[in-house]
């Protein structure tokens, strides 16, 4: 008899500890299943955040691309739009002006000078506009207008200048026209051109220039004003003068 209770109660601790082991497998579980989600978590937040980033430093490394000048030959050559118009420019023939009025689209617009000098605008029809700055001439045009229009508020931009012109021929990197926006030296306009190449003769530079209908030859030393030396010969450019690089 009191070997079958022995058994029973053996039996009975045995099936209590298995219970119980049962109980903390299932505890240990429930504790490190959270644990194991956040570790996981970890890496793919850490990527999001690099994936977030690199458009930044993308944005960074081109901009910093594009600040970087452009060189030929050691000659840094400008990218950029020439400087605005000097507003004491004096418009000329074949310039294009830009005629703004305000709250009219109807007498805005661009327009052309014309060989004698005039332009056409509705209302206005021809005006002389050659021989006055962009401030003289919106005035005349708000003189007219005024006859039909309440107080009219006209502004006047140069577009494009046609009727000053230099030229730089010969070994420069960038020949041809350049428009003479303001006060422009010879040092400045082939600066402009990109520079004398490597197979100039930079000491014999020349500018061209009619005075009294007679050409007139004026001598530019190119290694010498870059130097800061003979500034007398770094002259201001007129109207048609025509740079020659040999």
């Known amino acids: 008899m009191e070997d079958a209770v022995n058994t029973l109660f053996s039996r009975w601790r045995a099936r209590k500890i298995q219970h119980l082991i049962l109980c903390a ?14 570790q996981e978590s970890k890496p793919s937040s850490t990527k999001k955040s690099g994936s977030a980033t690199a458009p930044a430093s993308k944005q960074s490394k081109t901009k910093s691309t594009s600040e970087v000048p452009n060189h030929v030959d050691g000659v840094p050559v400008r990218q950029t739009a020439l400087s605005p118009v000097d507003p004491g420019y004096v418009i000329g023939p074949q310039d294009v002006l830009s005629i703004d009025v305000l ?5 805005s617009g661009n327009a052309s000078v014309r060989p004698d000098g005039k332009i056409t605008l509705p209302l206005v029809n021809d005006i002389q ?3 006055l700055t962009p401030t003289e001439l919106a005035a005349a045009i708000m003189k007219v207008l005024s ?4 107080n009219p508020q006209v502004t006047v ?13 010969g070994e420069v990197y960038k020949p041809g026209g350049l ?3 303001r006060k422009l030296t010879v040092l400045q306009a082939l600066a402009l051109a990109g520079g004398p ?7 014999k530079i020349y500018v061209l220039r009619m005075e009294n209908d007679k050409q007139v030859r004026y001598a530019f030393n ?17 109207p048609g003068d025509t740079i020659v690089v040999p």
């Open 25 to 38: 497998v299932i505890l240990l579980l429930w504790v490190a299943v959270p644990a194991v989600g956040q």
């Open 103 to 107: 709250q009219s689209k109807e007498l």
């Open 129 to 131: 506009a050659a021989g």
């Open 147 to 150: 006859k039909y229009v309440n």
């Open 157 to 169: 931009k140069v577009e494009q200048i046609n009727s000053k012109m230099v030229y730089i021929l």
């Open 179 to 181: 428009p003479l926006l």
């Open 197 to 203: 190449t490597q197979f100039a003769n930079s000491k």
């Open 222 to 238: 190119y290694k010498e004003a870059v130097k800061g030396k003979g500034l007398g010969q770094n002259i201001v450019l007129q």
